[in-house]
């Protein structure tokens, strides 16, 4: 029997890219599954299975919104295993040329809607006695990006999240981690320009971008019970690009 089986998850932005990949992962893998859209309903249903994989409107920027899904979620499956803090935004410019909207923005969601949804998870897992929250971050937190001193910023944040809450909850038997990610095909590096995806490959020593399911078969060992002794790490997962 898989060690998803009857474990319920939340993934946030989980209707495209990696998060849909993840959901997708936890599905086929017994788990049920409620996962995040801002505005693409449609694209979200693609994905939708009956009460198994659900889809839930919320943005993560409200703290309010976020509390009320949670508690949609603890009150439709009874309880909360697995949280995949994954909904993320970029809004790339040089900081001479940034807005303090485009700053907002990307903190807001990145990182403030981090703390948004893991509160309320938090609460439940400390019930439970039990959990598994996963971060999905990125090496321009660890290594900066220029053109991105906000999203580094927010997903440097998401480090720092990440390593303090596996110390507030490992004596509870919860579980902090998260994958700091290299470039990925999906929506938002299929826009980048020629130039620079052709100047991205030649940093990454593998030669090639990774795929959405790349990224989801590193989450499911992460949220597997064979991952049950590693907790505040920093999985990269970016084809070398970091060394």
């Given at each position: 029997?898989?060690?998803?089986?009857?474990?319920?998850?939340?993934?946030?932005?989980?209707?495209?890219?990696?998060?849909?990949?993840?959901?997708?992962?936890?599905?086929?893998?017994?788990?049920?599954?409620?996962?995040?859209?801002?505005?693409?309903?449609?694209?979200?249903?693609?994905?939708?299975?009956?009460?198994?994989?659900?889809?839930?409107?919320?943005?993560?920027?409200?703290?309010?919104?976020?509390?009320?899904?949670?508690?949609?979620?603890?009150?439709?499956?009874?309880?909360?295993?697995?949280?995949?803090?994954?909904?993320?935004?970029?809004?790339?410019?040089?900081?001479?040329?940034?807005?303090?909207?485009?700053?907002?923005?990307?903190?807001?969601?990145n990182l403030k809607g981090v703390f948004n949804v893991s509160k309320p998870v938090v609460g439940a897992m400390l019930r439970q006695r039990s959990g598994t929250i996963l971060n999905i971050t990125s090496i321009s937190g660890i290594v900066g990006m220029p053109g991105q001193v906000n999203y580094s910023s927010s997903k440097a944040g998401m480090i720092g999240f990440t390593?303090?809450?596996a110390k507030e909850m490992a004596r509870a038997n919860i579980n902090v981690n998260a994958m700091a990610l290299g470039f990925v095909e999906t929506d938002m590096t299929a826009v980048l320009k020629e130039e620079?995806?052709?100047?991205?490959?030649?940093?990454?020593?593998?030669?090639?971008?990774?795929?959405?399911?790349?990224?989801?078969?590193?989450?499911?060992f992460l949220l597997s019970d064979k991952a049950n002794y590693i907790t505040g790490q920093v999985i990269q997962v970016d084809g070398g690009l970091a060394i």
């Open positions: 029997m898989s060690s998803f089986q009857d474990k319920v998850a939340i993934v946030t932005g989980g209707s495209r890219g990696i998060g849909r990949a993840i959901v997708q992962a936890l599905a086929a893998n017994g788990a049920k599954v409620a996962f995040t859209y801002v505005q693409n309903k449609a694209l979200a249903d693609e994905i939708a299975q009956g009460d198994t994989v659900v889809p839930y409107q919320a943005d993560v920027t409200s703290f309010d919104q976020a509390k009320d899904l949670v508690k949609q979620v603890k009150e439709r499956f009874g309880r909360i295993d697995i949280l995949v803090n994954n909904a993320g935004i970029t809004r790339d410019r040089l900081l001479a040329m940034m807005s303090e909207k485009d700053w907002d923005d990307v903190i807001d969601t390593k303090a809450l620079y995806r052709t100047a991205a490959l030649a940093q990454i020593p593998l030669g090639r971008f990774g795929k959405a399911e790349n990224m989801a078969d590193v989450a499911m």
